[in-house]
């Protein structure tokens, strides 16, 4: 499906090595089987890849990609409203009835609920117990007079490049003031990282600013399942800071689940809390 959008796009990423240290321990985790496979080369020397660039202590080149999410999440959309099976309203979870066949809310009757409402059930309804550890992040879309790369740039952050000078750049982690509202201070910040990544002073316009919640957990892993009390209440949350990654292949696996009870894998299944 990704494919067929024309919303996965296959992209190396660099990881600029920050300094000795963080170089040894790139050269140890490159060594290792697992990693290997991604790592397509070690730079020695700045510049060794693409002048211009601030690369002091070398890198790592390693197989990467990104998904285009705004133009998939428009599509998919669509899709919905096409098959007429969205329903755009805020849901409070203090509005759903539990009745013999299955769930109401509204003019909606269903067998159960999945809630997949992000960080927001860790505030409240019936998921708000299991153990969340959520962190704002921001992201900027700019257009500069920078060197184009033909690779993601990666050190304390991201900066992505689009094409005709424009490039999107991330990000931040902060635990307190959870709420979706750029601020200067973090885009300040931004703005000089990706400055940073370069040799000579670069321009910088900010085009967009977003800010958003990711739905972190105490172990770095999902929570999928079902309510330990209420066996119409199910979750398909805690994806943090890798929607991208986990949601295709958890979605199957969640989808089983519910349609033929196939188990979760035990690192994701909520009753890892029971
Ligand atoms: C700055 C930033 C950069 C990131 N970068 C990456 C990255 O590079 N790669 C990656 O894989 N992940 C990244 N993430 C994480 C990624 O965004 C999350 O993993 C992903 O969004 C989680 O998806 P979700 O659908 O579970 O939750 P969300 O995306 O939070 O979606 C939840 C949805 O539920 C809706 N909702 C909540 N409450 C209600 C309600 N009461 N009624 C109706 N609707 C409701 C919300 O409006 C929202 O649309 C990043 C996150 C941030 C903030």
């Known amino acids: 499906m990704l494919g067929a959008l024309g919303v996965f796009h ?6 600029l090595f920050l300094d000795a240290e963080q170089r040894e321990r790139g050269l ?21 890849l693409q002048a211009e660039l601030t690369d002091g202590q070398g890198g790592a080149l390693m197989k990467g990609a990104w998904v285009d999410l705004p133009k ?36 909606v009757r269903a067998r159960g609920v999945v809630y997949c409402d992000g ?14 550890q959520p962190a704002k992040g921001e992201a900027l879309d700019l257009t500069s ?6 690779f993601v740039l990666n050190r304390e952050g991201w900066a992505l490049p689009l094409g005709q000078g ?40 900010v085009t967009g600013h977003l800010a958003g919640v990711r739905p972190c957990t105490a172990d770095n892993r999902p929570f999928l399942g079902t309510h330990p009390e209420e066996p119409r209440f199910h979750v398909f949350n805690g994806l943090g800071p890798r929607g991208t990654v986990w949601a ?16 979760l894998r035990p690192d994701c299944d909520l009753r890892r809390f029971a």
């Open 248 to 263: 295709p292949t958890l979605a199957e696996e969640m989808a089983d689940y519910l349609a033929t009870g196939k188990p």
């Open 28 to 48: 140890k985790r490159a060594a290792d089987a697992h990693c290997q496979p991604f790592i397509r080369r070690i730079t020695e020397r700045p510049g060794e």
């Open 145 to 150: 007079d920078a060197p184009q790369s033909p």
């Open 119 to 132: 960080y927001k059930s860790s505030q409240r309804g019936p998921f708000a117990y299991l153990p969340w």
């Open 72 to 107: 998939l999440l428009a599509e998919s959309r669509a899709g919905l409203v096409a098959d007429g099976s969205l329903i755009e309203a805020s849901f409070d979870p203090a509005e759903l009835q539990v009745t013999p066949e299955g769930v109401a809310w509204r003019q």
């Open 10 to 15: 296959s992209l190396d990423v660099y990881r």
């Open 166 to 205: 424009r490039w999107r750049a991330g990000t931040n982690w902060e635990w307190v003031g959870l709420d979706e509202t750029p601020t200067t201070p973090q885009r300040d910040k931004l703005v000089a990282r990706f400055r940073g990544y370069f040799q000579r002073p670069v321009s910088v316009e």
